[in-house]
């Protein structure tokens, strides 16, 4: 739930607003994020004050578009900052950990007790001038230094190490082909073919032979596999992958890379997952 604010001092005294706490974060985003998106996101005013005196500004700003747009940036800034080490596009919305990025209030909070934003009462009743753009130095220092406050503070490591340990396939974007989609995929078959468990006497009774170590093999994908075989794939496969897991169609990546058509993106991605089942010594459903 968002909190309300009252801006005590301004020309709205006793006025309540819904998003006007997360402007504060706003104006800690670097110029090249806020230019990267629609003209009224761009077009706030650096001044906190004109935003009170302007109706279709402050309508804007209390608009859900503005809020979803601040949530998306924070969200995108924790993911790269936790060094998860995949694109969030390889993900679902459905993902906890891509869920836990968009709990906004944790970062705002603590960005603001690191006095690296201001608090919105401050912001409303003392700035009364131009704020300058945050370097990037500074915006990424600001995550490095307080992102492991919050994760201490919400348990944040085990959750996430539970989370990685207890996949399942909403997690993941169907539309987007990625190594740890794939990787989910082929640990999956596996526990679904696993051999029944039966003792060493039946074992022995059926002249089977025990081997543990095949037995592990067999259980999961590790990640050593899947950086084994990313490092065989040509320049060329490795920036399909990578345009995928940015979210560009086929059509896209077929213009950027020099196919002729989407369809044969299509089919050199159905090459490298063939690749990837060999490779792994698996069957994940490529012919």
Not at 206 to 219: A, G, H, T, Y
Request: negative net charge; contains cysteine; proline residues 5%.
């Amino acid at each position: 739930m968002i909190k309300i604010y009252n801006y005590e001092g301004s020309n709205r005294q006793g006025m309540s607003f819904k998003n006007l706490h997360l402007l504060p974060l706003y104006y800690f985003f670097p110029e090249d994020i806020i230019k990267a998106h629609p003209k009224d996101f761009q077009s706030i005013p650096r001044n906190p004050q004109n935003i009170l005196k302007d109706k279709n500004v402050l309508d804007y700003v209390e608009s859900m578009e503005f809020a979803v747009r601040v949530c998306d940036i924070v969200s995108a800034a924790v993911w790269y900052f936790l060094d998860i080490r995949a694109s969030v596009k390889a993900y679902s919305e459905n993902d906890p950990i891509w869920r836990l990025t968009y709990n906004v209030e944790w970062y705002r909070e603590v960005l603001e007790k690191a006095h690296y934003i201001y608090t919105p009462s401050y912001l409303f009743n003392k700035i009364d001038y131009d704020l300058p753009y945050t370097p990037w130095p500074v915006y990424q220092f600001g995550y490095i230094q307080t992102l492991p406050i919050v994760m201490e503070k919400h348990n944040l490591l085990e959750i996430m190490d539970y989370v990685k340990k207890h996949r399942c396939f909403e997690d993941f974007d169907e539309n987007v082909d990625s190594i740890q989609k794939l990787a989910f995929e082929t640990q999956w078959r596996h526990e679904q073919t696993k051999h029944p468990q039966i003792s060493l006497e039946e074992y022995s009774e059926n002249n089977d032979i025990l081997n543990d170590s095949s037995e592990v093999e067999e259980q999961v994908v590790s990640q050593e596999t899947i950086n084994e075989f990313t490092e065989t794939l040509n320049e060329k496969d490795k920036r399909i992958l990578e345009l995928r897991l940015e979210g560009r169609t086929y059509e896209e990546i077929a213009k950027e890379l020099g196919y002729k058509t989407p369809s044969a993106v299509q089919k050199r991605i159905k090459k490298i997952g063939t690749a990837f089942q060999k490779h792994a010594d698996t069957d994940i459903g490529y012919d």
